[in-house]
C-alpha cells in the first residue's frame, strides 16, 4: 500500500478519535443553532415586512418603500425592463452575447459550466495548503471572478437602454432607401424600430422573419390596403384573421397608430435590399 494512502488512513482514524473524544452530537446541538439562526432570519423578514408595510400609505414611500405604485399595463410599449441591482452582471452578459445567436452560451452555457466547475471543485483542488501564497491558481481565479463581476455588474448599472435603440439608429438609413420619409413616417418609423414589430417581421435587414410573418420592407407598394385599414390591421390583427401577432392597442392611445401605418405605406422597397 502506497505511503500517501496510509498517510490518509491514519489521519482520518485521529480525525475519528477526536470527534469522539471532543466532538458533541448534530442533535441537539447544531440543531439548536441552526433553529436559533433560522428564527432569528424569520424574524428578520417578517419586521421588515411590518416596517414597510406600516410606514407606508398608499403610494407615499415609508422607510422601505410604496405599498403599491400604478397597476401594471400589459400593453405598454414604452416600458424598458431593469433587473435588481444583484443581476446587472447577468442582465451585461445578455447584451455582450447577443440575441439570437450565442444567447445560449450566455444563459445556459456559462452559468451550467461554472456550476459544474463548483461541484468539480472539491475533486480537482485536493491539497491540504491553505496559505493563500501558496495557492496561485485558486486565489487568481477567485480574484479574476470577483473583479469580472465587478465589472460587469458597474457596466450593467451604467448601460443606457433604449427599446430598439440600434433599430432606431437605423431608421436614417431606411429613409434614404425608401426615398425620404416625412416627419410622420419618420415618428413612425422610429415606433416601429422600438415597439417589437422587428421581433416578427424583417424590415430592409433589420429584425428577423419569425411566426411566418411577412418581410415590410415593401409593404406599401404591395399592399392592397388603405392606410386607414393598416392601422386597424396593426391595432387589433385578430380581427383580420391573424391570431399570431399581438394586437397593438398602446399605439393608439399614444397617439402614434397612423404615424406607424403612413410609415409602412411609405415604405416600397424599391432601392432597399438591405
Ligand atoms: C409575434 C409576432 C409579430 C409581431 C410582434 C408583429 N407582427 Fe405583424 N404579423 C405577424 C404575422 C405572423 C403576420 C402575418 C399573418 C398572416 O399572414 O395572416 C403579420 C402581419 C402583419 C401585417 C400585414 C402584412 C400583410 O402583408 O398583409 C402588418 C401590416 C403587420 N404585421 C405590421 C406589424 C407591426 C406594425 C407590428 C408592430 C407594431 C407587428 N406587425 C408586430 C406577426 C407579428
Redesign the pocket.
Known amino acids: 500500500m502506497s505511503s500517501a494512502q496510509d498517510e490518509r488512513r491514519a489521519g482520518f482514524e485521529r480525525y475519528k478519535e477526536d470527534v469522539e473524544n471532543e466532538g458533541k452530537p448534530f442533535f441537539p446541538y447544531a440543531m439548536f443553532h441552526d433553529t436559533v439562526m433560522s428564527l432569528v432570519v424569520v424574524s428578520v423578514i417578517v419586521g421588515l415586512a411590518c416596517v414597510w408595510y406600516f410606514t407606508a400609505d398608499g403610494t407615499e414611500p415609508g422607510l422601505i418603500g410604496p405599498h403599491y405604485v400604478e397597476e401594471a399595463d400589459p400593453g405598454t410599449t414604452s416600458f424598458i425592463p431593469r433587473p435588481d441591482w444583484y443581476f446587472y452582471f447577468l442582465f451585461y452578459l445578455l447584451r455582450i452575447f447577443k440575441w439570437p445567436e450565442s444567447v445560449v452560451l450566455g444563459t445556459v452555457g456559462v452559468p451550467t459550466i461554472l456550476m459544474i466547475l463548483m461541484f468539480a471543485l472539491p475533486f480537482l483542488d485536493r491539497s491540504r495548503e491553505r496559505r493563500l501564497l501558496r495557492r496561485p491558481v485558486a486565489v487568481v481565479a477567485a480574484v479574476l471572478t470577483a473583479v469580472s463581476m465587478g465589472v460587469l455588474t458597474y457596466k450593467g448599472a451604467t448601460a443606457r437602454e433604449s427599446l430598439g435603440s440600434e433599430a432606431v439608429a437605423a431608421v436614417d438609413a431606411w429613409s434614404s432607401q425608401q426615398g425620404g420619409f416625412d416627419e410622420t413616417q419618420r415618428s413612425g418609423a422610429e415606433v416601429?424600430a422600438q415597439?417589437?414589430?422587428l421581433?416578427?417581421?424583417i424590415y430592409l435587414g433589420s429584425g428577423s422573419a419569425?411566426?411566418?410573418?411577412?418581410e415590410?420592407s415593401d409593404?406599401g407598394s404591395t399592399?392592397q390596403r388603405t392606410i386607414e385599414q393598416?392601422a386597424a390591421?396593426?391595432r387589433n390583427?385578430a380581427e383580420f384573421?391573424?391570431t399570431?401577432?399581438?394586437p397593438?392597442p398602446g399605439?393608439e392611445d399614444a397617439g402614434v397608430l397612423d404615424d406607424?401605418a403612413q410609415f409602412?405605406h411609405a415604405s416600397s422597397g424599391a432601392t432597399g435590399d438591405g
Not at 419569425?210 to 411577412?214: D, I, T, Y
Open positions: 416601429f415597439v417589437g414589430c421581433q416578427c417581421h419569425n411566426v411566418g410573418a411577412p415590410l409593404y399592399t393598416t390591421y396593426i390583427p384573421g391573424n399570431v401577432m399581438p397593438f399605439l406607424v409602412l
